[in-house]
């Protein structure tokens, strides 16, 4: 059983920052395994920024140099930095654990940039 819990969303205004947190519990066999997702009204689920398996950092082309991936592995969590938010980010964003083919989601976490 996995459990992921997002937190740190919220409203701000574009240029702005915020930081996400999923914290992860239950049988986790490996933090890199660890992702954001987001999905904006209307549209399908999009991957925001990952690790590889052997921790590489992966983003999605439109947040590249703006966000950034972390993780704190004796604590099982992932971060998601977001700077210089647009407002074209506004979405609700979503932790992802996806191991041998089965992916766990989180609840979700809103986040809306102001123009």
Request: proline fraction near 3%.
């Amino acid at each position: 059983q996995v459990q992921l819990v997002e937190s740190g969303g919220g409203l701000v205004q574009a240029g702005g920052s915020l930081r996400l947190s999923c914290a992860a519990s239950g049988t986790i066999f490996s933090i890199n395994a660890l992702g954001w997702y987001r999905q904006a009204p209307g549209k399908q689920r999009d991957l925001v920024a990952n690790f590889t398996i052997g921790g590489t950092r992966n983003y999605a082309d439109s947040v590249k140099g703006r966000f950034t991936i972390s993780r704190d592995s004796p604590k099982n969590t992932v971060y998601l930095q977001m700077n210089s938010l647009k407002p074209e980010d506004t979405a609700v964003y979503y932790c992802n654990y996806n191991w041998a083919g089965r992916a766990h989601w989180g609840q979700g976490t809103q986040v809306t940039v102001s123009s």
